[in-house]
Nanobody, 127 residues
Framework: QVQLVESGGGSVQAGGSLRLSCAAS????????MAWFRRAPGKEREGVAAIATGGGVTYYADSVKGRFTISRDNAKNTLYLQMNSLKLEDTAMYYCAADFSGGYCYTVYVNANFDTWGQGTQVTVSS
């Protein structure tokens, strides 16, 4: 059974940084798209960033471009999200997701059509 476990969330002041991690286990697939999503209180889930298998292709929401960086270490089966210059509006529960169907990563990301999700890690940004 595939599992995704996020870590690295916490409380930080505006302008600060956090790095989220997502450890994947229980699979044998070699190609899979991964992404980060978030859901703020009272708001719908939002795609934050996605990364294709090789790590060379990434996608970002406009709201985080230039501040967040998604990366992956396939040898460690781990996905990362480096978040810099955090803003109050970045406060949310952050989830990682993986798709093992081999579909085009951008399409999977835009449609949030991932087959595996983590339990989430809370990020709280204060003034």
């Amino acid at each position: 059974q595939v599992q995704l476990v996020e870590s690295g969330g916490g409380s930080v002041q505006a302008g600060g940084s956090l790095r989220l991690s997502c450890a994947a286990s229980g699979y044998t697939y070699s190609r899979y798209c991964m992404a980060w999503f978030r859901r703020a209180p009272g708001k719908e889930r939002e795609g934050v960033a996605a990364i294709a298998t090789g790590g060379g292709v990434t996608y970002y929401a406009d709201s985080v471009k230039g501040r967040f960086t998604i990366s992956r270490d396939n040898a460690k089966n781990t996905l990362y999200l480096q978040m810099n210059s955090l803003k109050l509006e970045d406060t949310a529960m952050y989830y990682c997701a993986a798709d093992f169907s081999g579909g085009y990563c951008y399409t999977v990301y835009v449609n949030a059509n991932f087959d595996t999700w983590g339990q989430g890690t809370q990020v709280t940004v204060s003034s």
